[in-house]
């Protein structure tokens, strides 16, 4: 298995990867480039220097004026890439020589051409061509290109840097709020994945499943006070009351994917399916219930009015065709969650489950028994109920 790590450091090392490759064929390109270029400039320097030097100097010679030619290799050494100029005679004589001031520098090239006069040698012009200086302006085109090389990158790694953290920490603000196992995983994609893939099914599923009948969990709110709430309230605030629990409903189910059903008298009647039974399926319904209990308990301390409310969690494969059976089924599941809440007091959860005992279903909340495949809703995990917290607040500021 290969080792995961966050994305705060996997973006920033492709992004310096990336450049480091990218500056190592760079580097190879212009040192070549430049190293070409350099030379080239030496030669045509030195070519051009001679060639002119020569021109120069033959009418002199004709006329054997020895200062025009001394004056011309002064002029030639003028040039601070041309350190000297010196002319030979035929017997390979010093005649004449210009030099630079200073110190003599090193690595210096040497460029000879014979003067001809009337097709005659008379002699040869060497010229010492100070080729460093010219290496070193070409070298430092390519310093200049590292320093901005260097920058970029350097930038570019930081940046990455900074958007892989404020997009891991999204993620995993996101992971967090979705149901699923506790299990740390540093890549922030593989856990959003590992938890959001129990919420997926494939189209192959899907087509199986719409003949074969999803799993539902009808959730039933009742209301045990409803007869004191229609004395006490007058038809005005009664009015106002059901339409705040109409759309705390209608807002958690929105956030959890449920679906509001025709109640009885003095309930609440919602259900949220899956493509199969599953404790993650249990976990996403008792999350559902739990936010919407503490949701219409802070309504009904805002309007101070007393909500008595049980609650009650069932649930079963149906069919979706044809539609009486389906109908059926849900019309068995309001009856049987009736039934149940009729024998509870207000205030509590309770959840029927036959696939699931409550040692299995410890794994994703805490229960106490009940009855008979009944168990209490006690509690969540400290990083489950921060969360459901969290959950919860934002729901009161949308519909309180």
Request: glycine letters at 4%.
């Amino acid at each position: 298995m290969h080792r995961q790590y966050s994305m705060t450091k996997k973006l920033p090392a492709i992004v310096l990867s990336i450049n480091l490759l990218l500056g190592l064929f760079s580097w190879a390109i212009l040192a070549t480039q430049t190293s070409s270029l350099a030379s080239q400039a030496v030669t045509d320097k030195s070519q051009a220097t001679i060639s002119q030097l020569v021109e120069l100097i033959r009418t002199p010679l004709f006329n054997d004026d020895t200062i025009s030619v001394q004056v011309a290799l002064r002029r030639a050494t003028q040039d601070r890439a041309i350190y000297s100029a010196s002319f030979y005679d035929i017997n390979n004589q010093l005649v004449t020589q210009s030099k630079q001031s200073g110190e003599t520098p090193e690595n210096m090239e040497t460029v000879s051409a014979v003067v001809e006069l009337q097709e005659t040698e008379a002699g040869i012009v060497y010229i010492e061509v100070n080729s460093p200086p010219i290496y070193s302006q070409y070298r430092n085109v390519f310093f200049s290109w590292l320093a901005l090389w260097f920058v970029f990158t350097s930038a570019s790694t930081y940046m990455s840097h900074r958007f892989a953290e404020q997009f891991a920490r999204r993620l995993r603000i996101l992971t967090n709020r979705l149901p699923g196992s506790a299990e740390q995983i540093v890549d922030e994609i593989s856990a959003l994945e590992t938890r959001i893939q129990p919420l997926l099914s494939t189209a192959g599923q899907a087509d199986e499943n719409t003949a074969s009948g999803y799993y539902y969990s009808m959730v039933t709110a009742t209301i045990k006070n409803r007869q004191r709430l229609d004395n006490q309230l007058n038809r005005e605030n009664l009015e106002l009351l059901f339409e705040k629990i109409d759309y705390c409903t209608s807002r958690a189910l929105e956030l959890y994917g449920g679906q509001r059903v025709e109640g009885a008298d003095g309930s609440i009647c919602f259900y949220i399916r899956s493509t199969q039974s599953s404790k993650q399926h249990l976990l996403v319904c008792l999350m559902a219930v739990y936010s919407l209990q503490q949701l219409l308990e802070r309504l009904g301390a805002k309007l101070g009015v007393d909500l008595d409310i049980n609650w009650t969690l069932r649930s079963d494969n149906l069919p979706t065709l044809p539609l009486f059976r389906y109908h059926e089924g849900i019309a068995a599941l309001k009856q049987s969650s009736a039934e149940l809440a009729a024998q509870l007091q207000e205030g509590i959860i309770v959840i029927h489950s036959t696939e699931y005992d409550i040692e299995q279903l410890s794994s994703i909340a805490r229960f106490q028994a009940y009855d008979t495949n009944c168990y209490v809703l006690q509690g969540f995990p400290e990083e489950r109920q921060k969360l459901l917290e969290t959950q919860i607040l934002h729901l009161a500021g949308i519909c309180l």
